[in-house]
């Protein structure tokens, strides 16, 4: 339960700041955001607020926001259609009342002549009450928050200049790079957050504790000992430590340990072991990461901490392209299930430590430049700003169309793996 509860706060944060960078951009813009959603599939929770819907659906394999304009959302009455029109005090359309019946009290009953419910929102058309034999067109003034019913549903109109497509290119790429921007301002303030909590690591060499079998016993070395130097070389931080014993695979090393306030001299030669790397030195000991109170140094440690994990996912993400990491090795929701609940037995901040890289590994595959992703939709707009014109929405639909049918069977693939893995 423990795991479940976990798993929810975790992918409930990073999809909901994900979404929220991009609701607020799209609200900073003048755009309509039609739903805000956290999940996929049926809703089980809904509420309105606004001319926003949000909900949480049943799937936890993501979100979205629904921006006006973005799904061809906008209805268009079609010369001959027989509407109900609800207008306010100053004969301005409030309310339209598609596939209307005779129960609804104090309308208008209009065939439909023209209408524009983009632009100018306006419909001209016939009282179906005028019993002239010269009907005569008559045009309502729709107002910018009309609403449209249609089978008992009811759609607020979305004007032009409220739509994403009516927004500049700059706009328009903000409110969608805003979802990963503030996936990375999350993880930036996780970080924070344990820092100031836990503390700041100070990654100091000192020996945690030593193995039964390795040469750093075999030499002398104790659990607490501060390493202060390598064959004369300073050492200051556990790097500098790991990676001058992993260089020196059966090299005699000359350590200087403090102990008690005493400088103790040590001989070790590192053993040889293979590794991905090749052959690396070990010499039997391990780290666990000090930590000390030090609020000045949240921030830097944070912005430190989101650096270093950005790179190195990166990285991982190159070697996917060049064929030395493997799809087999990518994880999906069920991967990310188990691994949280490895990850909670260590304790709150390595929770935290967690959510914050996934939040920067969220962040950085939404800004990859594939159809359907944040980045795919960048991209699009970069060949707009170059062409000076926008791309032809139908071909552009049709390809984020084939990314988000490529990317759910990568996600079937990768969630049978995980299932396999973990359970077979």
């Not at 909590?197 to 000992?225: C, H």
Request: proline residues 4%.
């Amino acid at each position: 339960m423990q795991t479940i509860i976990a798993f929810i706060i975790i992918f409930g944060s990073l999809v909901f700041f994900h979404e929220l960078g991009h609701f607020i951009f799209a609200k900073r813009a003048g755009i309509m955001v039609r739903e805000f959603a956290i999940g996929m599939g049926p809703k089980i929770f809904s509420m309105t607020k606004g001319d926003t819907l949000y909900t949480i659906r049943l799937l936890p394999i993501g979100g979205y926001v629904r921006m006006a304009g973005e799904d061809f959302d906008s209805v268009e009455l079609q010369p001959g259609y027989r509407v109900a029109l609800v207008t306010n005090e100053d004969n301005v359309v409030e309310k339209i009342i598609l596939n209307q019946n005779n129960h609804h009290p104090n309308v208008v009953f209009l065939e439909v002549e023209r209408a524009d419910l983009n632009k100018e929102l306006w419909i001209e058309g016939y009282d179906e009450d005028d019993e002239s034999d010269e009907q005569r067109l008559i045009r309502y003034q729709v107002s910018r928050t009309a609403v449209i019913v249609e089978n008992g549903k009811e759609t607020i109109i979305a004007p032009y200049d409220r739509q994403f497509d009516s927004k500049t290119v700059g706009q328009r790429a903000m409110a969608i790079f805003a979802g990963p921007l503030f996936n990375f301002i999350l993880a930036f303030f996780i970080f924070i957050l344990i820092g100031l909590f836990q503390g700041v690591p100070t990654y100091e060499p000192v020996i945690t504790q030593i193995t039964d079998d390795g040469p750093a016993r075999a030499a002398g070395m104790q659990d607490g000992d501060y390493v202060k130097s390598i064959n004369g070389t300073q050492i200051t931080t556990w790097q500098e430590l790991s990676e001058t014993i992993s260089r020196n695979p059966g090299n005699r090393l000359e350590f200087v340990v403090e102990r008690e306030g005493q400088a103790v001299p040590l001989a070790i030669t590192p053993k040889t072991v293979e590794s991905e790397e090749g052959k690396v030195g070990q010499i039997g000991v391990l780290y666990e990461t000090p930590y000390e109170k030090a609020p000045l140094q949240a921030i830097p440690n944070a912005a430190e901490n989101t650096y270093t994990w950005t790179v190195q996912i990166v990285k991982m993400l190159g070697k996917l392209v060049t064929g030395q990491f493997s799809i087999d090795d990518l994880s999906g929701p069920v991967g990310i299930y188990k691994s949280t609940e490895e990850v909670a037995k260590f304790g709150i901040y390595s929770l935290m430590h967690w959510a914050a890289v996934l939040s920067i590994n969220l962040g950085i595959m939404n800004l990859l430049p594939l159809p359907a992703l944040d980045g795919g939709r960048l991209l699009f707009f970069g060949f707009e700003a170059v062409r000076g014109r926008p791309m032809n929405r139908e071909k552009e639909g049709l390809v984020h169309f084939v990314g988000i049918v490529l990317l759910m069977i990568l996600m079937v693939v990768v969630t049978w793996n995980d299932i396999q893995r973990f359970f077979f």
